[in-house]
């Protein structure tokens, strides 16, 4: 807020020919308490468009502030000035602000900050920081929130899932049992009557549980890195790799395989529509070589590619990988990989979105 002041105060504050003559009416300004004079820098600033961060503060802070604008009434101008000519006069004498809060500390520090120690900080800044339970709850992964769908009442599931994103809502409920996600929708219904003060509270119900769970070291689950890690490996490891694993671990196996995005799996995770945008982002001969490959094992993954590209540069990538001798296996491997790399790149970018292949 001060640093807001401080920016506009040229903008404000009365010049010196008004508090002049407001001197020389010798009218008593009003006297106010803290809480009053800071009620009335807010309010001069609000009507000057100046953004004061009020939400950041509590909820008690709020009302408090909410409820002391309401019974200022109306501030004459000797009171005004007296309030601003204090508040502007701290300002001045202000060499250097520090951030408020560990939470705002971090967020200072954060580039100059090795990834363990802003780990921890940050965790430990939001298990201190209750004034927005909702905020903190939303910056959660969906993977983090996904078991209070199964652990917590249909109550307190609606709430959690009213407050969410769209996206983040609708994510969450894709991998909730039918019988589940029915029961939740339903829930919903009773939220209408629902009263601000019970939603805070459900929101300190679900960071307490979120806080007592343990912070995985990883972003992504283990399935998803052994996925990945399978994605870069040769075709015939990758699937002795998985043939042992499945011996070994059926579950874990099976979420695996949903992880693993390889080049005959195109057809059943890219929309029709992307392959140009994927198609673009290879050279020709990496395509040529790619197409030629994979006629040996992920013929569907080739029709799919041409028939889904302008009937011209079909024709010509497919008279080139029939002219094209065999590639050798790890350079076709090589190729197809970048296909796959080109897709990927353009689902980080936001440019495309993978279908979620099926069970």
Known sequence: MQDAFAAEKS????????????????????????????????RLLLGHGVSLGVSKLSPDDQHALAHTIAALGNI?????????????????????????????????????????ALGKLRATAEQNDTSDPW??????????????????????????LSKLSVANAAELLAGVPPERSDVLAHSMALTEAITPE?????????????????????????????????????????????ENLQTRDEPFAAEVRKSIFAFPHIPARLEPADVPLVMRKVDNDTAVTALAAGKEGAELSVEFLLENMSKRLAEQLRDDADARSAPKPDEGEAAMAAVIAAIRTLE?????TLLIPEE
Do not use: W
């Open 76 to 116: 004459d101008k000797p009171t005004l000035a007296e309030v601003v000519h204090e508040f502007t006069h701290k300002i001045d004498n202000l060499a250097l602000s520090f951030p408020q809060d560990l939470t705002e500390t971090v967020e200072l520090l954060e580039p100059y900050l090795a990834p363990g």
């Open 348 to 352: 980080a970018e936001g440019e495309i």
């Open 135 to 160: 905020g903190r709850i939303a910056r959660q992964s969906v993977d983090r929130l996904r078991p209070l769908l199964s652990s917590e009442s249909a109550e307190v599931c609606s709430v959690l």
């Open 198 to 242: 019970l939603v805070d509270r459900i929101g300190l119900h679900v960071l307490s549980i979120l806080d007592a769970a343990p912070i995985n070291a990883f972003d992504k689950a283990a399935a998803e890195r052994v996925g990945a890690i399978l994605n870069a490996t040769p075709q015939q490891a990758r699937d002795r790799m998985l």
């Open 11 to 42: 903008s404000i504050v009365l010049d010196g020919d008004v508090t002049q003559d407001l001197r020389m009416l010798d009218v008593t300004p009003r006297r106010l308490s803290k809480k009053q004079k800071a009620a009335v820098i807010v």
